[in-house]
């Protein structure tokens, strides 16, 4: 019998419906050549689509090539940039999924190496190498840490070309196919280090209080939403708290997230952390987390999305090591977000969904996969059947031991 569960429940927003609530939340892979998609991009998002995973993010893309973290890292300042992304859409497309893609600026942050090769600022050697240097732009002449470039101070006219630059990307990125578009403001990228004020020090009307400091991402949402369709959903990544004393707040969070309803965003998209030193997820020299008052175990920024929903009326996108679909359904159950972004396990298994409606028997039939793997997949269940136990296989963990049992018993 197939289950009734949220996790697989479509949601619509705006003109589009998103089939399950499962979402591949953004994840930059450094596989670009000067901002052109590679195989490697379209390889790894078809198989979220081949996984049926609803809602599938590119990565974080340059609306500009300051604007990029690595030299690698994929970009849409160019129609060629854009029109790479074709054969992404169309796939994911095609799967019944939907392609979603994530604006981005790097900010104070850019110019910097992979984070498998330390995700430091470029050195004389990435120079030389010709990449670099590069043109730090930020909020203040505060660099993120010792020993990082010190950012120009944005000028009102630097201010108003980024904000051309993201409409002109969402221009491009709608032409190419996708279909929601989501507003990268988090990680102590550009448009964050503008909110918090640890990063921003200015006394003009893009600094100060809250309002001061949100004016900036105020203007580029108005921009992006001025230029995309009507029914087309527009999301926001923040971070909801900086994680650092007299940093961003989670009420700070609240006051935003209404904001940026009134000026049409859909979704936020509840992340947290990044606006220090180091990119996110970074350790010590001694391999321990980063020291901020911030709590990293499994659903750990959960509350901030049920907090904003809760106090700012608007959808919520929870995001966060959610690894478990007995978890991520009981997010959406107690409302305390709308939507599951997920981005390791994905990386891990990126079959989670498929594997997830299994567990929860919401596809007992494997009515979700691909016509080309359901024959064979549902033969391969059937196959477990052997002692007639297949109404008590709870999950594929017990498939492959009554499998592996067939083969022993031949
Ligand atoms: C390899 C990697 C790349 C990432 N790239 C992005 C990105 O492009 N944009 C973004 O907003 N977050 C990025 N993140 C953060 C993830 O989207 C996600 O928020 C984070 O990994 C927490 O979710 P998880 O515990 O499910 O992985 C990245 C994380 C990883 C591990």
């Not at 990680?187 to 020090?201: E, I, M, R, T, V």
């Not at 926001?236 to 309803?261: M, Q, T, Y």
């Amino acid at each position: 019998m197939k289950a009734d569960t949220k996790l697989f429940s479509p949601i619509k927003i705006r003109g589009v419906t998103i089939p399950n609530r499962i979402v591949v939340s953004p994840l930059c892979m450094y596989s670009a050549n000067d901002g052109v998609a590679t195989d490697w991009q379209f390889a790894h998002l078809s198989t979220f689509a081949r996984g049926k995973t609803g809602l599938i993010f590119a990565e974080a893309t340059a609306v500009e090539a300051r604007g990029r973290i690595t030299p690698r890292c994929l970009g849409i300042w160019t129609d060629e940039q854009a029109e790479a992304l074709i054969p992404i859409t169309s796939f994911i497309e095609q799967m019944g999924c939907v392609p979603g893609f994530q604006l981005a600026h790097a900010g104070r942050k850019a110019g910097t190496k992979t984070p498998w090769k330390g995700g430091t600022p470029l050195d004389e050697e990435d120079i030389k190498a010709g990449n670099g240097p590069w043109d730090i732009i930020g909020p203040s002449d505060l660099p993120v840490a010792d020993g990082w470039v010190i950012p120009k101070a944005m000028d009102d006219k630097d201010i108003e070309d980024v904000v051309k630059a993201f409409s002109n990307a969402a221009k491009r990125a709608v032409k190419v196919g996708f279909k929601v578009i989501e507003i990268h403001s988090a990680h102590g990228y550009l448009l964050q280090s503008f909110l918090s004020p640890l990063a921003n020090k200015r006394n003009d009307k893009y600094g100060g209080d809250i309002y001061g400091r949100m004016r900036f991402l105020l203007e580029v949402v108005d921009a992006i939403r001025e230029v995309i369709p009507e029914d087309m959903p527009l999301f926001c990544r923040i971070s909801a708290v900086d994680g650092f004393e007299n940093g961003w707040e989670i009420g700070d969070s609240v006051i935003l997230s209404k904001e940026l309803g009134e000026h049409g965003v859909d979704v936020v998209d509840c992340s947290a952390g990044g606006i220090s030193g180091a990119p996110l997820f970074r350790v010590n020299q001694s391999g321990q987390p980063m020291k901020t008052n911030m709590d990293r175990g499994p659903g750990f920024q959960v509350p901030y999305a049920e907090q904003i929903k809760k106090e700012s009326g608007i959808k919520t996108m929870a995001v966060g090591v959610i690894v478990d679909p007995n978890q991520a359904e009981q997010i959406l159950q107690d409302e305390k977000a709308d939507l599951i972004a997920i981005g390791r396990e994905l990386m891990y298994n990126p079959f989670w969904s498929l594997h997830a409606a299994q567990a929860l028997k919401a596809d007992p039939d494997f009515d979700m996969w691909p016509d080309q793997y359901k024959w064979g997949v549902n033969r391969r269940g059937k196959l477990a059947d052997f002692k007639g136990v297949r109404d008590e296989i709870i999950d594929e963990k017990m498939v492959v031991s009554h499998l592996s049992e067939v083969y022993k018993q031949k």
